[in-house]
């Protein structure tokens, strides 16, 4: 079945330990998102990717990057994880070019720092 | 930055029971979605509702759209313990784009 990859489920890192997370999508959507979750939150978009045109949202930590190398991959790094970085990651794709669309997501990767 | 307020936060009922909860956003927009979420889990697609539209359903879905008063309803008929989890609203358009923006979403409890 087409679908959102997210691995791994769950992350621990040490505080200021950089992480990477990945996502791997099997349906060819042209636009990949990374959310960042906390407890009992909505989900806050962190950043997505237009094909290979990245957008950063206004308020997304310069400690949060991303790479996209090819259509069915996109990761996210935090580069020196704090305490408050502690939360669920999740990646969502979207295909088709118009605002009608439903957003497909994975099923998370809850990270812990120590 | 979250648009929408839903209400009520937290929600329990007793399976076969009707679930009811709302939406308000801010902006103008082109399209509104419901997704619901399991514990530690993946957000999933329930329906979307365009803004030329008042009411939709799918399944024991109902969503009702009210763009003059910025207010949307989910209703879930008949409900069943699978259907316990947490509900989120959100707003496609105005000045977010296409981008997704939530609403704080609604846990639902039903008890077997």
């Known amino acids: 079945d087409a679908m959102v990859i997210q691995n791994p489920r769950y992350q621990v890192t040490q505080f200021g330990k950089p992480v990477t997370l990945s996502c791997s999508q099997t349906?060819?959507?042209?636009?990949m998102y990374w959310y960042q979750q906390k407890s009992s939150q909505a989900p806050k978009l962190l950043f997505h990717?237009?094909?290979?045109?990245?957008?950063n949202e206004a308020d997304t930590p310069d400690n949060f990057q991303s790479r996209r190398p090819n259509t069915s991959f996109c990761f996210l790094d935090i580069r020196s994880p704090g305490l408050g970085d502690a939360a669920m990651y999740l990646c969502a794709t979207r295909g088709g070019s118009g605002s009608l669309n439903e957003q497909f997501f994975g099923p998370g990767t809850r990270l812990t720092v120590l | 930055s979250q648009q929408g307020e839903e209400d009520p936060q937290a929600l329990s009922i007793q399976e076969g029971e009707n679930a009811t909860m709302n939406c308000s956003y801010k902006?103008?927009?082109?399209?509104l979605q419901w997704y619901r979420q399991n514990s530690g889990r993946g957000l999933v697609h329930l329906i979307l509702i365009r803004s030329n539209e008042r009411e939709k359903h799918s399944g024991r879905l109902r969503v009702t759209l009210d763009t003059s008063k910025k207010s949307s309803s989910l209703l879930i008929t008949a409900s069943r313990a699978a259907d316990t989890a947490s509900y989120f609203c959100?707003?496609?358009?105005?000045?977010?784009?296409?981008?997704?923006?939530f609403g704080g979403g609604t846990r639902v409890l039903v008890k077997p």
């Open positions: 902006t103008s927009i082109n399209n």
């Open positions: 349906l060819n959507h042209n636009v």
């Open positions: 990717y237009y094909d290979k045109d990245f957008n």
């Open positions: 959100a707003t496609v358009g105005g000045a977010a784009g296409n981008k997704l923006t």
